[in-house]
């Protein structure tokens, strides 16, 4: 059963950093690809960066560019992803998710900012920043 353990999270002042991370269990980073999502209350729940190991892909949403650095560890299967100059629009619940890429080819990162791509989900945690 793949399970999806995110950590991390928590109160910081604006400008602050937190590093989240993803411990995966019953996959392996060549067949799938990682991303973090987070949804604010009232809000959809939107990608805010995605790595796929497998083909070198990695997806960062407009909004956290410079800020926020996503990497793999394949030797502890775990995802991380740095958060620098933290900002209170970055207030929300942060999840971690894989989706199946086995030998697909694609031809964008469409499918990386697609919640609906990521078949497995782990449970959310809270970042709040504090202005």
């Known amino acids: 059963e793949v399970q999806l353990q995110a950590s991390g999270g928590g109160l910081v002042q604006t400008g602050g950093s937190l590093r989240l991370s993803c411990v995966a269990s019953e996959i392996t980073f060549d067949r799938f690809a990682m991303g973090w999502f987070r949804q604010a209350p009232g809000k959809e729940r939107e990608a805010v960066s995605c790595i796929s190991d497998s083909d070198g892909r990695i997806y960062y949403d407009d909004s956290v560019k410079g800020r926020f650095t996503i990497s793999s560890d394949t030797a502890k299967n775990t995802v991380y992803l740095q958060m620098e100059n933290l900002k209170p629009e970055d207030t929300s619940v942060y999840y971690c998710?894989?989706?199946?890429?086995?030998?697909?080819?694609?031809?964008?990162?469409?499918?990386?900012?697609?919640?609906?791509?990521?078949?497995?989900w782990g449970q959310g945690t809270l970042v709040t920043v504090s202005s």
């Open positions: 998710a894989a989706g199946f890429k086995g030998t697909t080819v694609f031809k964008d990162n469409s499918h990386l900012q697609n919640p609906d791509w990521f078949e497995h």
